[in-house]
């Protein structure tokens, strides 16, 4: 029998309607409710407010609010209060009833100007900590990343400010002055700095062969579960390797870990990052850059170097001798060595490998040293497994970040208005993983203890390729004695 056509007739009362009953219990919300305690918020920001005038919105409500803004993916506060009323959900979550008045948009963006970036950096860590009681953080194995968020700004208005001209020049003339013992060159001019008027923070850089005015965040991420335990926005001139320090420290500080192994792309390959791991105690997994020669197309890689003679060997099998000691004595960093003229001139590869009349020569950093240690941790395999575990799950979470809460442009304005976007994305990927959880377990300190650390170890290439050898020769020689030992009947019975 079919039934007749539904139609809605408003109730003047609703009786027995609850929202509570109406929220089940698998939801994200209620879970998120369920998992974390807000109440931090209160002591946090109660020093921001006064005794007298209008009393304010919950705090609690208000950091409510903007966690389900990323949650959801919500384009604006705006918007966000506009759907809030048909939003039973949301209504639930944040403490209101049908009946109540929402708060009006700019409630927020008041909050957060008066707040600032602190509230936001110990509601990443309250939610961190309890990923660590999870048992959802190793600390074998972190991840190191960066990636660009483009401002809100355009390109358009770039445009030159006289005060970021004239630090960078002075920066750079001193830079050019330290090292003018150790350069070639005439030093290179000053970048022309463009800043927009719009957004005075953000700078630019090259990204996919485009320039971009923006941000860039950087992440520590735990190899476990691809959980994010530290992050740091700059501006996006700001090279990835100069940061390195700072967000390792704050992983440290936030989870109470200490790393192991540091995994990153070659953006991370500079001397410099790997002496300050070496001096952490940490194990780099990172692919250093390969530059070019000082005077030519062959790169320093394609020279060998002679420690028992302190020497350099070319591609043409010519020597390179050290320079004299009371020469070299301007530079404490670097040693150069030079190939001599008359032999540079007969040499066959002279058009490839340098353009110098006096011949090439090869400037050897004496911090190269941690490059080859860089190198030499790990085998290959162990290598290319852990840049493998880099792409899923350090930019595996940058994704996860654009594709669910909106990272790659920014929504407001001025650097710590990002870094409190970025603070709140990352709490919203780990809160997402925390209620993943089935049945938490505190991590205890016998469990902690019990975790026996895999340390990689330093292989030489050659070293691997002599056991190769030694196998494969025993091998040889076992089918070689099979072959020539005489048989005889009843050794080539079938058993």
Not at 41 to 49: E, F, M, S
Not at 76 to 90: I, N
Not at 230 to 251: F, G, N, R
Not at 258 to 286: F, M, N, S
């Amino acid at each position: 029998m079919l039934g007749q056509t539904k139609r809605l007739e408003p109730k003047l009362f609703y009786a027995g309607v609850s929202l509570v009953d109406r929220i089940p219990p698998t939801h994200p919300l209620r879970q998120i409710s369920d998992r974390v305690d807000f109440g931090f918020i209160r002591g946090a920001v109660a020093r921001l407010y006064g005794r007298c005038g209008h009393e304010s919105i919950d705090p609690i409500v208000l950091i409510k609010l903007m966690l389900v803004l990323f949650l959801e993916q919500v384009k604006s506060e705006r918007a966000l209060m506009e759907q809030m009323p048909y939003r039973l959900d949301w209504l639930w979550f944040c403490g209101y009833d049908l009946d109540e008045q929402v708060p009006h948009h700019s409630v927020l963006c008041k909050a957060r100007r008066r707040w600032g970036c602190d509230v936001f950096v110990k509601l990443f860590q309250q939610v961190l900590r309890q990923c660590v009681e999870a048992g959802l953080i190793e600390g074998r194995f972190v991840h190191v990343d960066g990636s660009v968020i483009h401002a809100d700004a355009s390109l358009d208005t770039l445009q030159p400010d006289l005060r970021v001209l004239g630090e960078a020049l002075y920066a750079e003339l001193e830079a050019s002055a330290d090292e003018a013992d150790e350069s070639d060159g005439e030093p290179s001019p000053p970048r022309r700095t463009l800043v927009s008027p719009t957004d005075p923070d953000a700078r630019m850089t090259r990204k996919n062969g485009k320039t971009v005015l923006g941000y860039k965040e950087h992440r520590v991420v735990d190899d476990a579960h691809g959980i994010v335990t530290a992050t740091a926005t700059t501006d996006a001139s700001v090279d990835e390797s100069h940061v390195l320090s700072e967000v390792l420290d704050q992983h440290r500080r936030n989870s109470g870990r200490v790393e192991e192994t540091v995994v990153a792309d070659k953006g991370y390959g500079t001397r410099e990052v790997y002496k300050a791991l070496h001096q952490r105690g940490a194990t780099p997994c990172i692919p250093h850059q390969k530059h070019g020669g000082t005077h030519g197309t062959y790169a320093i890689e394609r020279f060998t170097y002679d420690e028992r003679q302190d020497a350099y060997i070319c591609p043409g099998g010519h020597r390179l001798k050290r320079k004299p000691a009371r020469r070299a004595a301007r530079s404490d960093t670097a040693v150069r060595y030079y190939a001599d003229a008359e032999t540079c001139r007969a040499c066959a590869l002279r058009r490839q490998c340098t353009k110098n009349a006096k011949g090439r020569t090869v400037i050897r950093d004496r911090d190269r040293w941690y490059v080859e240690w860089a190198d030499g941790c790990g085998s290959r395999g162990q290598r290319r497994h852990l840049q493998g575990r880099r792409r899923v799950v350090a930019e595996g979470s940058f994704a996860d970040a654009s594709n669910n809460h909106g990272f790659k442009r920014a929504r407001w304005r001025r650097l710590w208005r990002v870094e409190v976007q970025n603070l709140l994305i990352a709490t919203v990927q780990n809160l997402r993983k925390l209620i993943g959880t089935r049945a938490p377990k505190p991590c205890s300190a016998a469990t902690v203890a019990a975790i026996q650390p895999v340390p990689i170890v330093p292989i030489r290439r050659h070293a691997w390729n002599s056991s190769v050898q030694t196998v494969f020769q025993s091998i040889k020689e076992t089918i070689l004695h099979a072959l020539v030992t005489p048989r005889t009947t009843a050794s080539l019975q079938v058993r």
